[in-house]
Every structure is written in C-alpha cells, then in structure tokens.
C-alpha cells in the first residue's frame, strides 16, 4: 500500500453495486478514483439475489453484461406473490423493461465482477481495508482513514462517497441524532439467506412468500441452485431459539406455496442473517465533501426488488453529477454545487418510488392486508401493472438488452 498514491479525486468506501457503479463510471470519465471494501471479493452477501430487469441496461453501461452472462445468470420471466393461504398474482418481468428478463445470479458473482471491470479501468482497488473514518478540515471531508491487518493509512480526495450499504459506516458519524429519533417504534426484524439444492421453484420465475410478520422470496441462482431470503419478527426469531432452520420450517413454511417449493429442499452454503432497522432514505449530503449512495442513501423494501437498481442507479447519478464538475476550479464551491445538484436529482429520481413502496409495506407484514391486496390486484392486470411500475422510474431513455 505504501507505493500507491495517496490523492484522489473521488474516494469512496464499499464495493457493493452502488459503490462500483460510481468508481466504474467516475473512472470512464477520467476521474482518479480510490475504492475501499473491508471483505475479499467473492463474498457471500444476504440478498434476494433478484438482478430486476432494469439492471441490465446498467451492466451493459459498465461494460459487464457478458461477464454477468457467463457467470451462469439465470433469466427470470416472473415474479409471483403467495399469500399465507395460497392466492397467487403474477408480475411479468417485461412489465419493467419491454422485452427483458429479471436475472439470478449470485452476489459474490456479481460483485466480483464489477470490481474486475472497475480494477480493470485503473481504479485504485484496495480489498481487505476498513474505512473507519474521515479526514476533516475546515469543516470539510476531504479524505478517509483506512485500516487493514497490517496497519492504518490516511487518503485525500476532493470528495469521499459512503457507498458502505445499510451501516452508512462513514456518514453515521453526523446522523446520530436524526437516526435515534428515526428508528423509534421501529419493529424488530431480522433477515436470513441461504443457498438452497432441490427446491421446487417454478422455472424462470421468482417466489415472494407471505406469512405473519413478514415475507420471502426463493429464485433460482447460478449452477441450478436456488437463493432463498426472508425477512421475519426478531421475537419470532428470540421464540425459536436463532435457529435458522426453525425458522423456516415454523414461519416461512407456514404460507402453503412455501411449505411445498421447500419441502424437500437441502442447504448448499451456511445461512446468513442480519438485523434490519428501519427503511426508506437518509442525509443524501450529511456534511461538506461526504455523499452517500446506494442503500447508505436509502433502503428500499426488499420486496420490490429493486434495491440493486437504486444502488446502480445512485451510482450513476453521483458519478454524472461528479463528472460534470470535476474540472471546475474553486474547489470548495465546487463541492457544494455538487451536493445540492445531486440532492435535487436523488430526491427527483427516487422519492416517488421510496413513497410508494413504504405504502405497500403496510400490507406486506399483515397478513390479511397482504390477502387482500393478492387477490385486488389478482383481479386487474392494469392496475398491477401501474403499481409494479410505481416501485421504480420507468425510464425509455436508456437502453436495454434482452435477456433470453
Ligand atoms: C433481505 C434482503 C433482501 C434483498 N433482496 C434484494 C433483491 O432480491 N433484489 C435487489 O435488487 N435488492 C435486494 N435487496 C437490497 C440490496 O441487497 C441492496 O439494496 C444493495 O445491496 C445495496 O447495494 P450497496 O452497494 O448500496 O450496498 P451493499 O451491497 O451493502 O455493499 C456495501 C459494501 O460496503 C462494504 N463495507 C461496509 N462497511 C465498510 C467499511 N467501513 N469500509 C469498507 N467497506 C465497507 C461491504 O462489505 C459491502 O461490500 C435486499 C436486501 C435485503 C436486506
């Protein structure tokens, strides 16, 4: 590390599909970017591991579609939702983008190859390296403080990204307050993931489960495996013991689909969990010098399936927004032109979506609501469609390919 240089224009921490997206396309844009990710990539990552079909025409900006592809990416045609009694609407994947499927595919495939392409494109890529805080002076972020097993090491930059997901690890620091006051009377939940051998999800298409306090999804992945997530009550977790396997066989197996696609089903990788604390966006801009991206920004109901999207696409507006101005001179009125800029494209970009999904997660932990929402909606293909729709931007300005 000590060989490598220690000034960047853009710094950013957490190679997850936000922070890659913005080093990929800040790097194509000439900018001198520093990546920092604490794991070593592969890693497993809990996530529904639902790529929807909007991302691809993400993946073939950032030139990692046939990468993608070859790593076994499995198309998915459909969405289909399960109430607890069995009701059933579908949501085709086309409905978001014409003529494309959703993929499966992985998170430690996935990720591994965005950070490839952006190592590839000469981004500074330092893996086993904590950000653990922030250089400030004159009130202004202007670098980060890194940790590794081996020791401590400091970098400039003209602007550091929190690109670190839910833990926003760096922008925490100044949102202590407005996230005490937030997560009041939030409900405890806790959310696992495995890799699954000899389910019996339908072909091409993704499962969401409802149950009493909460909801899952089973798709099939790479290599004829299938990724099973679900979100449940942490008092329901502290009833049976943390045991993932009671979980699922005493909530999740509760919703009748559920009980028969995962009855014959074996493990294929540990299981992961996480606690979950609360939803929708954060400080986009928490001080001079600092933005967030990707769910460090917000945190998108999983249901949707669009959290990578977000992440892809807030990636894409930082880096566009960075890019337009990197050559200015004033540097600190550069800074805070870029903030507010980005401010007004997130908060234009995402809050709809972020508004109507919150409205939906009211029906989602509630059993009888989430009934009769499947069997409303089961009844207009129209009004599916529009509401499917309203979880994202529809946006015809970019191109898509179609995945087979
Ligand atoms: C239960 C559940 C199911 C989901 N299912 C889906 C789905 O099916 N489809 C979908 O589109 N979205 C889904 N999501 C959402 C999706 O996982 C996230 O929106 C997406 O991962 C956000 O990407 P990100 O890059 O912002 O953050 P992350 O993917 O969380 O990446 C953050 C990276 O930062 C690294 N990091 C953290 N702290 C530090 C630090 N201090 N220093 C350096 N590196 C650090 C981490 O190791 C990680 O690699 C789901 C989420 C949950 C909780």
Redesign the pocket.
Known sequence: MSSMAKEFDVAI???????TSAAIRLALNGARVLL????KFPRA????????PECIGHFQQLGVLDQMLSAGANALRETVFYSARGHQVAVPSEWFTSGANALGLSRSEM?QRLLERARTLGVAVLEG???AGLVIKNDCVCGVQVKTFTGANEFRARLTID?????R?LARHFDREAQRRSSKGKRGLV?FKAHLENTRVAPGACEIYFYGGGYG?LSEIEHGLSNL?F?VSSSDVRRLGSDPDRVLREVVMRNSRAAKTLEQARLSSPWLS?A?EGFGRRLLTPANGLLT????ASFID?FT???????LESGQVVADTIASQLGSAGAAQTVELIAKEYEREYIRRFDSRLRVSGLLRRAAFVPHLAEAAILIFGASAHLRRKLARATRRANNSQSHASIG
């Open positions: 921490a957490g190679a997850g599909p936000a922070g920092l990710e604490e794991k990552k809990l996530c529904g591991e639902f790529i929807s990720d390296s904590h950000a690109a670190t997901g839910r833990t690890a959310a999804g997530c979100i996480v979950l991206v990707g769910d460090a999983p399936g669009s959290g990578m999207l977000m992440a």
